[in-house]
């Protein structure tokens, strides 16, 4: 794992760069009609054709866009069909200024499903002292404390515990009309859109999901 500081060292030198990036992308390259499907944060293997990936990673991974998550998105106001996040948003520092920038660019209709860190189903096995729930990563920790510590904050590199009741309040206060909870891999209410990013998630506990999927559409 690549250490916080030396994360911030980067955005702090190619921060102002990816600004500009994004900028220029608004202007004059940002899709003005058909369908805009767009996915934040691909990392280095998950990548999708027929997308528009934003990564702030242009040296290992792999995207369309290069742009820094915290900023405004680089799209035009209701352009997007939809957006797909999977592990990301819990990394941003403002959650609120993000979810409001995601519905400034969706058409109306349009639809943005978020995947990150399942507050709900930590709790509930944190509560029912359950060790083998919680996997060894990022740091190897013997008691259910240390163990939930480490999938809610991943040594400092999540800023936010996601439960399904704040993000619900997240995005029912910044416009959208309805909000839904998935099962990962397996469940979403637009296939037409999202039946491709299914292959992207991962999930070895259904009942209690280690991931929390949430779909929220524009009215």
């Not at 409001?100 to 002292?129: M, T």
């Not at 996997?135 to 809610?152: M, V």
């Not at 515990?161 to 029912?172: N, V």
């Not at 990013?197 to 280690?210: G, I, K, Q, R, S």
Request: with cysteine; proline share 6%; hydrophobic share 35%.
């Amino acid at each position: 794992m690549i250490t916080r500081q030396a994360k911030l060292s980067f955005y702090a030198v190619a921060g102002p760069f990816m600004r500009i990036n994004g900028y220029l992308y608004r202007q004059f390259r940002a899709p003005k009609k058909g369908t805009v499907r767009v996915h934040l944060g691909p990392g280095q293997k998950n990548y999708f054709d027929g997308w528009i990936n934003v990564d702030a990673n242009i040296f290992t991974g792999r995207c369309d866009l290069w742009a820094d998550l915290r900023n405004p998105l680089p799209f035009r106001d209701e352009s997007v069909d939809c957006f797909y996040s999977h592990h990301v948003i819990e990394h941003l520092p403002d959650i609120q200024t993000h979810i409001e920038d995601v519905f400034r660019c969706l058409k109306p209709g349009g639809v943005y499903r978020v995947g990150g860190p399942n507050g709900d189903s930590a709790i509930l096995k944190y509560q029912q002292n359950d060790l083998q729930w919680f996997h060894d990563y990022p740091d190897k920790r013997a008691s259910i404390g240390g163990r939930f510590e480490n999938f809610i904050f991943c040594r400092g590199e999540h800023l936010t515990m996601l439960t399904f009741s704040y993000l619900e309040e997240l995005f029912l206060t910044n416009g959208f009309a309805r909000v839904a909870l998935c099962r990962p891999i397996i469940e979403t209410g637009h296939p037409d859109l999202f039946a491709q990013c299914l292959t992207n998630e991962y999930e070895d506990d259904f009942a209690v999901p280690h991931t929390l999927i949430v779909e929220a559409s524009k009215p």
